[in-house]
């Protein structure tokens, strides 16, 4: 980094400190040739991309957001928390891997779906109905029939039917 006072390019580092609680170090730098001092911050850059809404409105990644949606449709099914947290941290762990700057909600919205997809049927149908906004009930319809013959395939926490 060029030195903001004379533009050189070597210095040295007098000074090296944790900041923002850990997530950056500090450095007191010292130019080489002016001898000024000035200060960076280093900090990881795989962080997670902002969240674009359907208007176009950005917000912050919100980890405990997707466990409370998820939450609310798996409601009195049996579907353990530590569950969906570990599934939400999947989710994030993916978009972070992902290096993206941004991601449309509706990429998030299609993560969730295909977790739910695989943990509870009832709760995969519960979500794309609020998340998916279906424009006719054929469309619910289908989803519902996808569900029931998968769950007539390969019965859901060990129980078999009839
Ligand atoms: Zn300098």
Known sequence: ??????????DKVVESRPARDGAAIRRRRECLRCNRR????????????????????REAFDRAKIVSSMEIA???RPVPTALLRTTAEDIERTLMDGGEAEVASQEI???????LHAIDPVAFVRFASVYKEFEDTREFRDIVTFVDRRKAQKPIGGKTQG
């Open 1 to 10: 980094m060029n030195c903001p006072f004379c533009g050189y390019a070597e």
């Open 109 to 115: 919205g299609d993560l969730v779906l295909d977790a």
């Open 74 to 76: 798996c409601r009195k």
């Open 38 to 57: 000035y200060t960076t911050f280093e900090q990881l850059e795989n962080r997670l991309p902002a969240v674009v809404k359907k208007d176009n409105r």
